[in-house]
């Protein structure tokens, strides 16, 4: 099995920040890429940021300049810095990690419980 733990959700003031950390533990042999997305009430669940180990960060135009994705490769963990923060950016945030499981060995994509991000005044 594998899990993945998000947590640092929160109430904030519009122009906050917060700082959301994942962890995956388990059954991984290898991860591959690492992501946040979100959903906000009412909504489809949207790709906020992703990175691809060795690789550069990816991210959806709405937080491009305020947010920032990085990895602990060696906890396997993925962080992302919210900054500026906007009422738009309310949603429940979801960690997602393509990887392989030791055994059997397969590559699959798993999902975190998420975390809720309100920002508010």
Same mark, same amino acid.
């Given at each position: 099995?594998?899990?993945?733990?998000?947590?640092?959700?929160?109430?904030? =003031?519009?122009? #906050?920040?917060? +700082?959301?950390?994942? $962890?995956?533990?388990?059954?991984?042999? !290898?991860? @591959?890429?690492?992501?946040?997305?979100? =959903?906000?009430? #009412?909504?489809? +669940?949207?790709?906020? $940021?992703?990175?691809?180990?060795?690789? !550069?960060? @990816?991210?959806?135009?709405?937080?491009?300049?305020?947010?920032?994705?990085? +990895?602990?490769?060696?906890?396997?963990?993925?962080?992302?810095?919210?900054?500026?923060?906007?009422?738009?950016?309310?949603?429940?945030?979801?960690?997602?990690?393509?990887?392989?499981?030791?055994?059997?060995?397969?590559?699959?994509?798993?999902?975190?419980?998420?975390?809720?991000?309100?920002?508010?005044?």
């Amino acid at each position: 099995q594998v899990q993945l733990v998000e947590s640092g959700g929160g109430l904030v =003031q519009p122009g #906050g920040s917060l +700082r959301l950390s994942c $962890a995956a533990s388990g059954n991984i042999l !290898s991860i @591959n890429v690492m992501a946040w997305y979100r =959903q906000a009430p #009412g909504k489809q +669940r949207e790709l906020v $940021a992703t990175m691809r180990t060795g690789g !550069s960060p @990816n991210y959806a135009d709405s937080v491009k300049g305020r947010f920032t994705i990085s +990895r602990d490769n060696a906890k396997n963990m993925v962080y992302l810095q919210m900054n500026s923060l906007e009422p738009e950016d309310t949603a429940v945030y979801y960690c997602n990690a393509d990887l392989w499981t030791r055994s059997p060995y397969r590559y699959n994509t798993y999902w975190g419980q998420g975390t809720q991000v309100a920002v508010s005044s």
